[in-house]
């Protein structure tokens, strides 16, 4: 059963950051990345990397955020810095099945940043 898990979503003052995590299991992966929706907004690309670890961010995070996975543990990381109140959203992890091409998601973490 394909499944994605993340971690390290919570509560944040402005300035501060977070590091999120998303392990999947269940099948091979092509590029991992996160995507996210804030209050009363549709769901937006935040980051996304290949297996060979090219990258490509949202330009509202880029300089700010981090991504990174780790292909013998299928996991994808996010790292978040210089976190504002317009960060606060539900963040999801988006994988593609190698064998299907079919994205997957995670069930989302929250991250709210807030003084």
């Known amino acids: 059963q394909v499944q994605l898990v993340e971690s390290g979503g919570g509560l944040v003052q402005p300035g501060g950051s977070l590091r999120l995590s998303c392990a999947a299991s269940?099948?091979?992966?092509?590029?991992m990345g996160w995507y996210r929706q804030g209050p009363g907004k549709e769901r937006e690309l935040v980051a996304t990397i290949a297996t060979s670890g090219s990258t490509n961010y949202a330009g509202s995070v880029k300089g700010r955020f981090t991504i990174s996975r780790d292909n013998a543990k299928n996991t994808v990381y996010l790292q978040m810095n210089s976190l504002t109140p317009e960060d606060t959203a539900l963040y999801y992890c988006?994988?593609?099945?190698?064998?299907?091409?079919?994205?997957?998601w995670g069930q989302g973490t929250q991250v709210t940043v807030s003084s």
């Open positions: 988006i994988a593609r099945v190698l064998s299907t091409a079919a994205n997957v």
């Open positions: 269940g099948s091979i992966f092509g590029t």
